[in-house]
């Protein structure tokens, strides 16, 4: 069973960049779909971007605007979201998500059958 395991949030200004880094646990990391998603107060939990377990794509919501960057390290069972410019939207408490071997949906929370445990970002203006 991999286990996640975000870190990297923060309080930062507004046009200030931020790195979140999510480390799994276990030996079959690069078979897993990654996702990353984000919940503000009040509102729901919201796609940001969905890095499949095979390569080649990477999907973002339209929100990112070229702003975020998603990546893995397979060798270092790690995702990473580098954020930059960021606004006060985009306070939100963080997460990753993982799903064994599948590419289908990834947009969606329901996808996912693991979670880390989020990582709090907030955005001054």
């Known amino acids: 069973q991999v286990q996640l395991v975000e870190s990297g949030g923060c309080l930062v200004q507004a046009g200030d960049s931020l790195r979140l880094s999510c480390v799994a646990s276990?030996?079959?990391?690069?078979?897993?779909?990654m996702g990353w998603f984000r919940q503000a107060p009040g509102k729901e939990r919201e796609f940001v971007a969905a890095?499949?377990?095979?390569?080649?794509?990477?999907r973002y919501a339209d929100f990112v605007k070229g702003r975020f960057t998603a990546s893995r390290d397979n060798a270092k069972n790690t995702v990473y979201l580098q954020m930059n410019e960021l606004k006060p939207e985009d306070t939100a408490v963080y997460y990753c998500?993982?799903?064994?071997?599948?590419?289908?949906?990834?947009?969606?929370?329901?996808?996912?059958?693991?979670w880390g445990q989020g990582t709090q970002v907030t955005v001054s203006s």
């Open positions: 890095l499949p377990w095979n390569g080649g794509w990477i």
């Open positions: 276990g030996r079959t990391f690069s078979s897993y779909s």
């Open positions: 998500a993982a799903v064994f071997h599948s590419i289908y949906s990834l947009a969606q929370s329901s996808a996912y059958d693991l």
